[in-house]
Structure formats: structure tokens, C-alpha cells
């Protein structure tokens, strides 16, 4: 009880904060087809419910793979486009039509003793979007595969202003009548920049985007997403971050990617502060920086336990008000995630790195080896020559990072006269 009951005091700032947002999430067809399609539906009732404006925007590759085959017809694609000639342009109008309609029922049920009863949804689709042909590229007529040519803004909006969700299909209609196969990744992204959404939120099999070595990058600016690509290629995983990128850079403030076949993978994602996948954001997501009066009681909630387990020296919080300035801390979407404070010891050029600390959800992250830098670079910038640090269980990170150890002994006056001796703090110094 007392894990749901932190949970959700963690998750109400973002509660607020997603309140009379814009999401636009795109699931693909692989995503409507996995066994955890069912709790993405649930997820997503849960936003509706929590005032989140939705645009659903859903894929059809395999369903189309599937009616292909059975009428006997072979997949044809140049560039990974499909293309879609007359034949072909029927299998995708059965294969979207039926998932438009299972989709619609989906989010239709009141299931008693569920996410979903008595939710009460109305699903609204509709010719919202606009498309052209994409015509002849290397010599190749891609006949009724086209791109998005505009999303109806004003007549989304006011569907989402009376409270439905947008159930957007990957195919887009002409002026004169015609009807094109599109990829759900590009009307997702332009729906998402037409509208000014608050998020894009991309579905694929992957937890997120995974470095070399198969661990999750958890966050990315789009400056950062070519080199990523080139490694890549022409994978989905590639496609979808290229997707995210692309909607950053046209003014969407976050682009996120998650897994639709891990259950829960969305919630976790939008209302925790470590996240379940991949953000690609405009914006920096932590700062470095010196503390103000104003961070005295983020500090005191990132110290305290640590205080409490003796890792720490207790301070109070008039002692933290009136050293505040000694401070640098990282500070993440509000949060106070780690800090240390650099003291000047009187009568010489001696300085003492003190309270370092980082927020156990955030460690291994290299902010440690961020905050040292920073005090490093503050002590020769105020003149001073040698660093001091005293510490009861962290000594081998010091000594990892350039500290030898050292004795009481070599403490300036001042300091030495206030060493602790029941702590029994070991002593370590560095030059600078």
C-alpha cells in the first residue's frame, strides 16, 4: 500500500501538468496486434479520464501483409514505401477499415472491473487528412502510396474541445476523390506539428532506442539523433527516432518511445521522472548549477536520508540557508538529484569539498564526476591549491579520481579544530 500510495504523490505533478494537453500516439499494426493491445487501450482511457486531449493514430503493415497473401498477391516496396497499386490499394481499404472499426469498439467497451468502466468515450475519425501522391521516384510509380499533404487542424481540435478522442487511419484523401496508403509514422508526426501537440508518443517493439551495447538511451536532443541513425540504418527503430526528432525540430517540445509489448510501458513513461523509454527533447533536461535560497528544501529532501543513515553530517536547515551559496547541485524537471558544497578554509588556500550526494534513482549517471568538476573548477577559480574531502564510507570513489589519502594532521588549523573524531572520517586530499 505504502508503494502505490508514493507512486501516485510522485506522479501528481505530472497529473497537473498533462492536464488539457496534446498527445498525439502513434501505435502500429504490429503494436494492435500484440497481446498487451488491450492494456495500451486501458492506458490511454486512463489519459483521457486524467483531461489528456488524444489523437490515436494507428498502423496497418501486417494486416495488410496478411490480406495480400491471401488473395495472392506479392509485396512490392522501393526505399522501404510500399507500393500501392489498384490491387494492392483494396487489401490496405479492408485491412484499415477493420482495424478502425476493432479499435473503435475497443475503446467502446465498459468493461465492469476495469480501467475502463463507466468511462463513457466517444471515438471520432473522419476524412482529416489530406494527402498526394508521391508519384514517380528512380523510375518507380508508387501509383496510391502517397504523404500528408495537411491535417484538418481546426476540425481536430474541436473534436478534442468537446472531449473525443481522434482516431486518425494511414490513409489520406485528394481534393479530386482518391484515396492514398500512408505511413502512420507520417501522419502521427504531422498531425503532432500541425496541432502544436505537447507530445508525440511513438509505439515500437523496443523499449526505446538501445545503444551498442543493448542498454536504453533514456534521453536524446535532436542534434544528437543523426549519429545515432548512420548506426542504425533503415531499421524501424531508426525510422521511429527519426520521427521523433523530425517533430521536435518542427516545435512538438517532446517526441517519446516506447514499447507497446511491455505492459505499462506508457504510464511509467509519462508519469515518473526516470521514464520507461526514449525522450527526444528541445530542451535541456538537467542543469548543472549553483543553488539559491530557493533550493533549501529540495536540498533537505535529497540530504536527509542520507543524514539519517550517518553517510552525511546533519544540517539544519538555517545551517543550509546560511551556506546556500557554498552549494552546486543538478537539477532535473525541478528535482534537486544531486549536490555537493566547496568551503574555503580560513587563513588559506586549502578548500573542502563537503556533501556530496546524489539521489539513489540517479546514480551511475556520471553527475558525481559532474558536481567534482564543478567544485574543482570553483576552487581555482577562487585560488585555491589543495582540496580537502573527509568521508566515512565513499573513500575508494575519491581515491578512484585522483585523491590520496591523507591525515588530519595536514588539515589547516581552523579546520582541524572541528574534525569529529567519533565519526572517525578518513581524509583525503587532492592538488589542484
Known amino acids: 500500500m505504502h508503494d502505490h500510495v508514493n507512486w501516485l504523490r510522485h506522479a501528481?505533478?505530472?497529473?497537473?501538468?498533462?492536464?488539457?494537453?496534446?498527445?498525439?500516439?502513434?501505435l502500429p499494426g504490429e503494436g494492435v496486434a500484440h497481446p498487451n493491445f488491450g492494456n495500451i487501450v486501458h492506458d490511454l482511457v486512463l489519459l483521457h479520464s486524467l483531461g489528456v486531449r488524444l489523437v490515436l493514430v494507428h498502423g496497418s503493415r501486417p494486416q495488410i501483409e496478411t490480406r495480400l497473401a491471401s488473395n495472392g498477391l506479392t509485396p512490392r516496396y522501393h526505399r522501404d514505401l510500399r507500393i500501392t497499386d489498384s490491387p494492392t490499394l483494396e487489401c490496405v481499404i479492408d485491412a484499415v477499415g477493420h482495424l478502425r472499426i476493432a479499435i473503435e469498439a475497443r475503446l467502446s467497451m465498459d468493461m465492469a472491473r476495469s480501467p475502463m468502466q463507466g468511462s463513457r468515450l466517444r471515438v471520432t475519425s473522419g476524412n482529416f487528412v489530406t494527402a498526394r501522391p508521391i508519384g514517380v521516384v528512380d523510375g518507380v510509380d508508387y501509383h496510391h502510396t502517397g504523404e500528408v499533404r495537411r491535417i484538418d487542424r481546426k476540425g481536430i481540435n474541436r473534436q478534442l474541445d468537446e472531449r473525443s478522442i481522434v482516431l486518425l487511419s494511414?490513409?489520406?484523401?485528394?481534393?479530386?476523390g482518391e484515396i492514398f496508403n500512408l505511413a502512420c509514422e507520417d501522419v502521427a508526426t504531422r498531425a503532432a506539428i500541425d496541432l502544436d501537440a505537447d507530445k508525440l508518443l511513438l509505439f515500437g517493439a523496443e523499449c526505446g532506442l538501445l545503444d551498442e551495447a543493448g542498454k536504453l538511451v533514456r534521453e536524446l536532443r535532436p542534434q544528437q539523433v543523426p549519429a545515432h541513425l548512420q548506426r542504425l540504418g533503415s531499421s524501424y527503430q531508426g525510422e521511429l527516432l527519426d520521427a521523433a526528432a523530425e517533430a521536435c525540430k518542427a516545435g512538438v517540445r517532446r517526441s517519446h518511445i516506447v514499447s507497446y509489448a511491455e505492459d505499462g510501458a506508457l504510464l511509467s513513461e509519462l508519469f515518473t521522472r526516470t521514464g520507461n523509454g526514449t525522450l527526444v527533447a528541445q530542451e535541456q533536461f538537467e542543469s548543472l548549477r549553483e543553488a539559491t535560497i530557493d533550493d533549501v528544501g529540495g536540498l533537505m529532501e535529497l540530504i536527509t536520508p542520507l543524514e539519517d543513515q550517518g553517510i552525511l553530517v546533519r544540517r539544519s536547515r538555517e545551517v543550509l540557508e546560511r551556506e546556500i551559496e557554498q552549494f552546486s547541485i543538478v537539477e532535473r524537471e525541478g528535482l534537486i538529484i544531486a549536490c555537493a558544497a566547496l568551503y574555503q578554509i580560513a587563513d588559506s588556500d586549502f578548500g573542502e569539498l563537503a556533501c556530496l550526494a546524489v539521489n539513489p534513482a540517479y546514480r551511475h549517471g556520471g553527475r558525481g564526476d559532474e558536481l567534482l568538476e564543478r567544485i574543482e573548477a570553483r576552487a581555482r577559480a577562487q585560488g585555491l591549491k589543495t582540496l580537502f574531502v573527509l568521508t566515512t564510507r565513499t573513500a575508494h570513489w575519491f581515491r578512484e579520481r585522483g585523491f590520496t589519502p591523507s591525515s588530519v594532521d595536514r588539515l589547516p588549523a581552523a579546520r582541524a579544530s572541528l574534525y569529529n573524531y567519533q565519526r572517525n572520517s578518513q581524509v583525503f586530499e587532492k592538488a589542484l
Do not use: Q
Not at 170 to 176: A, E, K, N, R, V
Open 170 to 176: 494511414p490513409l489520406g484523401y485528394s481534393p479530386t
Open 12 to 26: 501528481s505533478p505530472y497529473i497537473n501538468a498533462h492536464r488539457d494537453c496534446t498527445f498525439v500516439v502513434m
